[in-house]
């Protein structure tokens, strides 16, 4: 719908906070009244868009490992995992920025349905963890709980920040795997040597 792409645009660029309804309107040239059938409140537009937003995240993730072929190891699923998710927030989906910049200020709180399914975007993180880590031991005081979300933080951190224009996407995501991937074997006593390349 045009509205929500309109809504999305703004809410990924200006924060909920710095976004109103008039904003919406002003981009798609149309009058305020144009809204109110669809969505009766300011409330009811932010909820759709973020809703939508962890939607698509989810559903990039999952076609993206779907699509790796069979026997692919652990490690390399949690890199493609990595790519997925910095690609659709930057460069794919206002809806997914949206969602990344704006998920602690909904008015309110958040949906339930929207709960449900971070959680469910979340789980899928953890088995990607847990199966890069595997059965091997891990130093005294390591979690891999803070370790995943520490990871996650600073991918979303990167809606902030990164600029196209001071730097390539590829750039980014090859630095990011390379961290995450150093983590994973430092704290497996992984070989370097095996090391992947992005």
């Not at 969602?99 to 008015?107: D, E």
């Amino acid at each position: 719908m045009v509205i929500l792409d309109a809504a999305a645009h703004a809410f990924s660029t200006k924060g909920l906070a710095g976004t109103r309804l008039t904003d919406v309107v002003e981009y798609l040239q149309i009058p305020l009244s144009a809204i109110y059938p669809y969505f009766p409140s300011r409330e009811h537009l932010i909820e759709e868009v973020m809703y939508r937003g962890i939607s698509e995240m989810h559903s990039h993730l999952q076609k993206t490992l779907e699509a790796l072929p069979s026997g692919v190891a652990p490690l390399d699923r949690l890199m493609a995992a990595v790519e997925a998710h910095l690609r659709q927030v930057l460069e794919f989906s206002d809806y997914c920025s949206a969602w990344i910049r704006n998920a602690g200020q909904v008015p309110g709180g958040i949906s339930t349905r929207q709960k449900k399914l971070e959680a469910t975007y979340g789980r899928i993180w953890r088995t990607l963890f847990d199966d890069a880590i595997g059965d091997r031991e891990t130093p005294p005081g390591f979690d891999v709980r803070i370790a995943r979300m520490l990871m996650l933080g600073a991918m979303n951190w990167a809606a902030e920040w990164w600029d196209p224009h001071r730097g390539s996407i590829d750039t980014l995501v090859a630095t990011t795997q390379f961290l995450v991937q150093s983590g994973v074997e430092s704290a497996t006593g992984s070989s370097a040597g095996n090391r992947r390349q992005p």
